[in-house]
């Protein structure tokens, strides 16, 4: 199954961090591929310590997508190939049977699709190949039509009213 959590609200990693540990919890194998971010959001360092989790995320930081000029944007893109072509392989590696294996999380994908850093056609690719063995949690702002089709779950985390916009910067612990 596919499920995806978007909105502009706070907490949609959060909800992939829960769900990774619910699934951890139950003796299945987790994936948490965590994209536009530098490695430094405070879950990562929990989930890197629970047996049969795997934390993926770019050797490399390369800023803000907007901010990028072209010959970042093309390293960047280059580099979620690369991602991607990890998650395929792990995936061949917790493959066996026909009951659900693991959960895969794609932090931030959707924003990834919609910049074009990645191939929407290969992500959809992978969820027909593999949902059915592997639930996929997907989070972001928006989701494309083709995803939206494709998801079983949709969770649309808004908000009513952010720190953020009053000028409070991100807090270590509580916002990453």
């Not at 961090?17 to 360092?45: H, I, M, N, P, T």
């Not at 047996?51 to 580099?79: D, M």
């Amino acid at each position: 199954m596919v499920q995806i959590y978007c909105g502009n609200g706070k907490g949609k990693t959060t909800a992939a961090v829960g769900a990774a540990v619910r699934a951890c919890g139950a003796g299945l194998s987790v994936l948490f591929v965590q994209f536009l971010k530098d490695g430094s959001s405070s879950e990562l360092s929990v989930l890197r310590e629970l047996k049969g989790v795997t934390v993926l995320i770019p050797e490399k930081f390369y800023g803000f997508s907007s901010q990028l000029n072209e010959e970042q944007r093309e390293a960047l893109k280059a580099c979620y190939t690369g991602i991607m072509a990890d998650v395929v392989a792990w995936i061949g590696e917790h493959s066996a049977g026909e009951e659900i294996k693991g959960v895969i999380v794609l932090d931030e994908l959707l924003h990834v699709i919609n910049s074009g850093l990645c191939d929407e056609a290969e992500v959809l690719k992978l969820l027909d190949d593999r949902s059915g063995q592997f639930e996929f949690i997907i989070t972001g702002y928006y989701p494309t039509a083709a995803l939206v089709k494709k998801a079983d779950y949709i969770s649309n985390i808004t908000s009513e009213k952010h720190p953020y916009a009053s000028g409070i910067s991100a807090r270590k612990g509580i916002e990453f």
